[in-house]
């Protein structure tokens, strides 16, 4: 391979669930076509400020027991799972830090490197897939995994003692904490959800939303609905006091916010943006057309649906179908058909309440909850972290 060959840097901006995917997806089936290319070498680029992938899917439970939810289970060093392609090992390079910007007309990235420096990277190919954050490091990484491992150490340490414990969130992550805690607890604290709706679990049907307060109550949580938390600020003692909307005050020995998502999109510029600062993606292609050729988006990042683990499952052969079509055919190397992606917006969703029971459907089929405690509430999913950290769900194109 001749050293004046053109380097075309596939850069994959995340290594969260959807950037690990797609990254693996690419090993398996697209960068080994590509190497047969005599005008070009190819390099997949992966960046993120953590060099640890965490399952965060079990952040309710982690956030009880590091001791349960052992540390080194539920953090993966992102590169762990490309040993396994020895052909590629200097194909595919992590840079530890956050993108800072976006330029479509030169295709370059801006990278912060996690030393506080700068550098900047080339893309022939580029794969937004940074992913939300959460108000907290106890349900999202914010960062290096380091600062998230020590906040749920913090928390556990809180809740040994706490005698007022509160959750603003109706979502799946505020049922299932509340829950977790709860049943953790058992009975030791005062425990109130606080939603701004007025029912619990809006992706499900009502139905399951009360029936998941009933098994809340019964575990000793109380649901306060209709009620919006406003701000919240550590006081003297090391509690909190938390403001809501109807001008009233609460005061909590710990106060878990899990309710207000963001996007990481501050580096992208507006044109690229749709309402919320998500990534404008094109629904069927998972292209990012106003960025110009070969850009595409993956993952919570997006709204091509409803976000979630098995819905992003749904849409990695997709996203990497066509990126096989666009970067096979460009070298010349070989073909693969492109693909559509096709929204499902039917009830998918599995929330535990303990590790006993919880509420949910799949596809629109409600789940009993020994079969949510079968198939989540166990472990959260973690014994399928490898098909994510490893690629093993991609192993077929």
């Known amino acids: 391979m001749s050293e004046t060959m053109e380097t075309r840097n596939i850069v994959i901006l995340g290594t969260s669930f959807a950037g690990l995917s797609i990254a693996h997806y690419l090993a398996k089936h697209t960068l080994p076509q590509l190497q047969q290319a005599k005008d070009a070498k190819y390099a997949i680029h992966l960046v993120d400020p953590s060099t640890h992938f965490w399952w965060h899917i079990a952040a309710p439970r982690e956030l009880v027991s590091v001791k349960e939810m052992k540390h080194e289970d539920c953090f993966v060093d992102c590169m762990a799972g490309f040993k396994q392609y020895p052909a590629?090992?200097?194909?595919?390079?992590?840079?530890?830090?956050?993108?800072?910007?976006l330029d479509i007309n030169a295709r370059t990235v801006a990278i912060k490197t996690h030393e506080g420096g700068s550098e900047t990277l080339e893309y022939y190919a580029l794969v937004i897939a940074t992913g939300i954050r959460s108000p907290t490091p106890l349900t999202t990484l914010q960062g290096d995994h380091t600062i998230s491992q020590r906040a749920l150490?913090?928390?556990?340490?809180?809740?040994?003692?706490?005698?007022?414990?509160?959750?603003?969130?109706?979502?799946?992550?505020?049922?299932?904490?509340?829950?977790?805690?709860?049943?953790?607890?058992?009975?030791?604290?005062?425990?109130?959800?606080?939603?701004?709706?007025?029912?619990?679990?809006?992706?499900?049907?009502?139905?399951?939303?009360?029936?998941?307060?009933?098994?809340?109550?019964?575990?000793?949580v109380t649901v306060l609905y209709n009620t919006r938390v406003q701000g919240s600020e550590k006081t003297s003692d090391g509690k909190t006091e938390i403001k809501l909307d109807n001008g009233q005050t609460m005061t909590a020995d710990a106060y878990i916010p899990a309710i207000g998502v963001q996007p990481n999109t501050d580096f992208l510029p507006e044109s690229l943006k749709i309402q919320g600062g998500y990534v404008a993606t094109n629904g069927e292609t998972l292209r990012v057309d106003a960025a110009g050729p070969r850009v595409y988006a993956a993952g919570d990042v997006t709204k091509v649906n409803k976000g979630g683990l098995l819905l992003l499952q749904g849409a990695i052969p997709v996203l990497g179908a066509n990126m096989g079509h666009d970067l096979l055919s460009d070298a010349g190397v070989g073909k693969v058909a492109e693909r559509k992606y096709v929204r499902k917006d039917t009830e998918t969703q599995l929330v535990p309440i303990g590790a006993k029971t919880g509420v949910g459907a799949v596809f629109g089929w409600q789940m009993p909850g020994f079969a949510i405690s079968m198939i989540k509430g166990k472990d959260y999913f973690l014994k399928t972290m490898p098909d994510i950290t490893e690629g093993r769900k991609y192993v077929k194109a």
């Open 153 to 220: 150490e913090e928390m556990n340490k809180t809740l040994a003692t706490a005698k007022d414990v509160v959750i603003s969130g109706g979502g799946s992550v505020g049922v299932e904490t509340a829950g977790e805690i709860a049943t953790h607890l058992n009975g030791k604290a005062k425990i109130t959800l606080i939603t701004g709706s007025d029912r619990l679990l809006p992706e499900l049907r009502k139905s399951l939303g009360i029936k998941a307060q009933t098994m809340l109550e019964k575990v000793g």
């Open 88 to 101: 590629l090992k200097d194909s595919i390079i992590f840079h530890q830090g956050s993108a800072a910007g």
